[in-house]
């Protein structure tokens, strides 16, 4: 007679033994280090395991002039420099320091980023159109003409608070950060002008959710523009409820939050912002103010939109790299 044991082994019983199951984690990969170091900045990046190969470029805002919460150099440098990639910006269409390619490169002089290989401003010498998913209101994207000169993107935010959007992430750093002067514009009129000199003429309270809608599709164009070669990282720290485009930001009044990347931007931005609206506020360390400055402008629309129209998933699983 089997016994028992060689009864389980063969499956003889009619029932036989199912293979233990792996536990299935839900949405997008978000990987987080609570360490803020050149050294964990790599080591995030290569955790997503996707290579950054060909000609690179790191999608950074280079900060207005009098800022000091962009991401600096001696942070940033390392990655830069172990991609072989090249920083790339482009001109703003509001008044400042930034608004043409002189000036602009003045203050990138003075951030610093001249010690790490300078930085391509892309719209340098004109603008190209990206087709776009969604053309409710815009039928396609302005960007740098020099977008078209890069194989692979690295999108590196600084995740804090902005005076229009609610919240800057990996979205915004794609949409409006890829944005021509022009292309700006387009996006902040939700598709009404793509005059830079004629900005304030058409942006109304009112039209607010087609911004942050706006937002999304030229984000979206950006991701369609690179496929699978584009990779997306948040810094959360200087967390003030002002964007680095502002030259006299608020101070941060909470404290850092650590790295986060992910290969799905909707799925990064909801990470962040969920961290941000779930934090535990203490005396010195509170995120009311930014808070605040997200859902009085309805940044979460951004992500709702982006994911409507298939960018990604605003379900995700945190991985922490520490551990």
Same mark, same amino acid.
Request: charged share 20%; aromatic share 6%.
């Given at each position: 007679?089997?016994?028992?044991?060689?009864?389980?082994?063969?499956?003889?019983?009619?029932?036989?033994?199912?293979?233990?199951?792996?536990?299935?984690?839900?949405?997008?990969?978000?990987?987080?280090?609570?360490?803020?170091?050149?050294?964990?900045?790599?080591?995030?990046?290569?955790?997503?395991?996707?290579?950054?190969?060909?000609?690179?470029?790191?999608?950074?805002?280079?900060?207005?002039?009098?800022?000091?919460?962009?991401?600096?150099?001696?942070?940033?440098?390392?990655?830069?420099?172990?991609?072989?990639?090249?920083?790339?910006?482009?001109?703003?269409?509001?008044?400042?320091?930034?608004?043409?390619?002189? =000036?602009?490169?003045?203050?990138? !002089? *003075?951030?610093?980023?001249?010690? $790490? /290989?300078?930085?391509?401003?892309? +719209?340098?010498?004109?603008?190209?159109?990206?087709?776009?998913?969604?053309?409710?209101?815009?039928?396609?994207?302005?960007?740098?003409?020099?977008?078209?000169?890069?194989?692979?993107?690295?999108?590196?935010?600084?995740?804090?608070?902005?005076?229009?959007?609610?919240?800057?992430?990996?979205?915004?750093?794609?949409?409006?950060?890829?944005?021509?002067?022009?292309?700006?514009?387009?996006?902040?009129?939700?598709?009404?002008?793509?005059?830079?000199?004629?900005?304030?003429?058409?942006?109304?309270?009112?039209?607010?959710?087609?911004?942050?809608?706006?937002?999304?599709?030229?984000?979206?164009?950006?991701?369609?523009?690179?496929?699978?070669?584009?990779?997306?990282?948040?810094?959360?720290?200087?967390?003030?409820?002002?964007? =680095?485009?502002?030259?006299?930001? !608020? *101070?941060?009044?909470?404290?850092? $939050? /650590?790295?986060?990347?992910?290969? +799905?931007?909707?799925?990064?931005?909801?990470?962040?912002?969920?961290?941000?609206?779930?934090?535990?506020?203490?005396?010195?360390?509170?995120?009311?103010?930014?808070?605040?400055?997200?859902?009085?402008?309805?940044?979460?629309?951004?992500?709702?939109?982006?994911?409507?129209?298939?960018?990604?998933?605003?379900?995700?699983?945190?991985?922490?790299?520490?551990?």
């Amino acid at each position: 007679m089997l016994t028992a044991a060689l009864l389980l082994t063969c499956g003889c019983n009619n029932k036989p033994v199912d293979p233990p199951v792996e536990p299935q984690l839900e949405g997008a990969t978000v990987y987080m280090t609570t360490e803020i170091t050149p050294e964990s900045l790599i080591r995030i990046y290569e955790a997503l395991g996707v290579k950054a190969e060909g000609r690179v470029a790191v999608k950074i805002s280079t900060g207005e002039a009098g800022g000091h919460n962009y991401l600096k150099p001696e942070l940033i440098g390392p990655l830069v420099q172990l991609v072989g990639g090249k920083i790339v910006e482009c001109n703003t269409a509001y008044a400042g320091k930034r608004m043409n390619t002189a =000036d602009h490169q003045a203050v990138i !002089a *003075d951030h610093g980023f001249n010690a $790490i /290989g300078g930085v391509d401003i892309m +719209d340098a010498e004109g603008e190209i159109k990206l087709p776009v998913r969604d053309t409710t209101y815009m039928k396609y994207n302005l960007v740098g003409s020099h977008l078209q000169n890069y194989d692979f993107m690295i999108n590196l935010a600084h995740f804090k608070g902005h005076a229009m959007g609610g919240f800057g992430g990996v979205l915004k750093n794609q949409s409006i950060g890829v944005a021509s002067r022009n292309g700006k514009t387009y996006i902040h009129t939700n598709g009404q002008s793509e005059d830079y000199r004629q900005l304030w003429n058409y942006i109304q309270p009112e039209n607010q959710d087609k911004f942050l809608e706006c937002m999304a599709t030229a984000a979206a164009a950006v991701a369609d523009h690179f496929g699978d070669k584009i990779i997306y990282i948040n810094v959360m720290n200087n967390l003030s409820v002002d964007c =680095d485009c502002d030259s006299h930001p !608020a *101070d941060p009044e909470m404290s850092d $939050i /650590g790295i986060l990347a992910s290969t +799905d931007p909707v799925a990064l931005d909801q990470a962040c912002l969920d961290l941000v609206f779930n934090h535990a506020d203490t005396a010195g360390n509170d995120a009311t103010s930014l808070k605040e400055r997200i859902t009085d402008r309805h940044g979460v629309h951004t992500i709702e939109h982006a994911e409507k129209i298939g960018l990604g998933t605003r379900k995700y699983h945190i991985v922490n790299i520490d551990k």
